[in-house]
């Protein structure tokens, strides 16, 4: 699994605009219960002799549970406790919020500030989003003048932490923004650094403020240093900014009755295992150095479960290879001599021993080149084992799993070669629980393949393993991206492998329950430079 969502758990609009007959504001309203957020800057309503036209605003605030004071089991702290979320710096982590099609105008090639809260707010219970009949009168809810009930904020408006209140001059890692070109755009952002700030208590996780910026806002005065957003009505007007309106953006809130389009902030990773176990090849000079290195996986499953190896634990592991008995059945003989590459070969004196290294919890991986010999070796077997550094090979150490390798020989081809694939998911259900994680693996062969009917009657079914597949998610009735193909930067749909063929994991708890989905397939054509979708979909259910 490489992408977790974590959906918003307090968001609320606060505004100081014009109630009907424009001399009230309604800085005192809360909207923390509505299905929708707004934001907008309204320019020119009213005027007044001493201060020009007025400008009126509308703010966003969201949080999310981010460590384990917002939720002990279900925050993002948690999860990575738990190991369902890699290290900082191996995930990347995304602001998203929809768009709500609307009847009114579209602001277009607005700018809107993501910026972290720098104080703590109320969501509140206010549903009124049209007429602001919600007022908090110094209740529970946030409104424009106070963040929480009896706590006004710092500034009207909200509290921020921008480029002059970091802890360094050089820390800026709450201050993001997004230009909306159209304006029916989603916002999403990359606010990586700001979550890892929250996650390790640089700052307290108080949630996000989304506003226009200041030059589209026009809420300073650069002329008189009054701040505009004081709650005074009569400072309250443009003096010397924008004179352009900005209305209206809406977003889903977290009360809305579309699921896929609440706020929330998902969690994307490579977490793709590329066991080469099955696509092993000698090293060639057709090859780059890099690409003959090989790459093998150990899996110590226990009654089902993955755990480290208990006289390994997350330390150093080794690698023998050998050729086969007479019968080709077991290890026998001398181990075989590896290429000295520095790394994973390190020692002239001791090229029989590969060094691995830990992956995760379980797993333990091993990378090496192997030069063929005049016949080329049919099998090999891999001996993993423990050792200091000075053990010579795995005959005098304590062994943990023996494995089998039928490497292949490198050549070039006079044509190019077919990419089209026939792809079934072996194992994929009807239906999946939404409390579930499941595994689903893939079988993939050429299309031209044609056995004939003695290989149909002795042999096992070829299987082509797919180095660079990815998947998507849609949900079948309207066919919405729930999941859409993540092949940019961050590779988060990107499949394992290993020598069964491709597999990916899907955390069931993403889906809505009570609807079907269905999984399309692409993989990398090198030929051609681009991602080649397969025919097939797959189609499953969600339920409770």
Do not use: C
Not at 447 to 466: G, Q, R
Not at 511 to 520: D, K, L
Request: net charge negative; aromatic share 12%.
């Amino acid at each position: 699994m490489a992408i977790k969502r974590f959906t918003a758990t307090a968001d609320t609009t606060i505004t100081n605009a014009f109630l009907e007959g424009l001399t009230t504001r309604a800085t005192g309203s809360n909207i923390g219960l509505s299905d929708s957020l707004e934001v907008f800057s309204v320019y020119g309503q009213s005027s007044g002799s001493l201060n020009g036209f007025t400008s009126e605003l509308s703010r966003v605030l969201v949080k999310f549970p981010i460590t384990t004071s917002d939720d002990s089991v279900n925050s993002i702290q948690a999860k990575r406790a738990a190991g369902k979320i890699p290290a900082s710096g191996s995930v990347s982590f995304y602001f998203r919020l929809h768009n709500v099609a609307h009847h009114e105008t579209l602001p277009t090639s607005a700018k809107y500030n993501i910026f972290a809260a720098s104080s703590s707010w109320e969501e509140g219970r206010g549903i009124d989003l049209d007429t602001y009949t919600d007022k908090t009168l110094d209740g529970v809810g946030a409104n424009w003048i106070n963040a929480s009930s009896g706590t006004a904020w710092g500034k009207a408006g909200g509290d921020y932490h921008t480029g002059s209140t970091t802890a360094t001059a050089a820390d800026t890692e709450f201050m993001y923004s997004q230009t909306l070109a159209n304006g029916d755009e989603d916002i999403e952002v990359d606010i990586s650094g700001l979550v890892e700030q929250w996650i390790d208590g640089t700052w307290n996780n108080y949630g996000l403020g989304i506003f226009l910026t200041s030059s589209q806002e026009a809420y300073f005065s650069s002329s008189t240093g009054d701040d505009l957003t004081a709650a005074n009505g009569a400072a309250l007007h443009n003096l010397d900014g924008a004179t352009t309106s900005y209305h209206t953006k809406k977003f889903s809130a977290r009360g809305s009755e579309y699921f896929f389009n609440r706020p929330t902030i998902e969690a994307r990773w490579n977490s793709a295992t590329k066991d080469e176990r099955g696509t092993l090849y000698y090293s060639s000079s057709l090859a780059t150095g890099e690409e003959n290195l090989q790459t093998l996986y150990f899996y110590n499953y226990f009654r089902g479960k993955l755990r480290n190896i208990p006289g390994i634990g997350t330390d150093t592991i080794r690698v023998s290879l050998f050729s086969g008995s007479s019968a080709d059945t077991a290890p026998s003989g001398s181990a075989l001599q590896l290429v000295v590459d520095g790394a994973a070969v390190t020692h002239a004196n001791r090229n029989t021993v590969i060094t691995g290294s830990y992956v995760s919890t379980g797993i333990y991986s091993a990378s090496f080149a192997l030069t063929a010999a005049a016949t080329p070796l049919k099998t090999i077997y891999d001996v993993w084992f423990s050792g200091s550094d000075s053990v010579t090979d795995a005959t005098t150490a304590t062994q943990y799993h023996t494995g089998t390798i039928k490497p292949k020989t490198l050549s070039g081809f006079a044509i190019a070669p077919d990419t089209r694939y026939v792809t079934n998911i072996k194992n994929l259900r009807n239906v999946y629980r939404n409390d579930e994680t499941s595994r689903f693996r893939l079988y993939t062969r050429h299309k031209n393949w044609s056995p004939t009917i003695y290989t149909k009657a002795v042999a096992s079914p070829e299987v082509n393993i797919i180095e660079s597949g990815s998947y998507e998610v849609y949900r079948v009735v309207d066919d919405l991206r729930v999941i859409s193909y993540g092949t940019g930067s961050d590779l988060y749909t990107q499949m394992s492998f290993d020598a069964s063929g491709s597999y990916f994991d899907l955390d069931m708890s993403m889906f809505e329950s009570g609807y079907m989905y269905g999984i399309r397939i692409s993989h990398y054509n090198a030929d051609a430079g681009s991602w080649v979708e397969q025919p097939e979909t797959f189609k499953f259910r969600v339920e409770d």
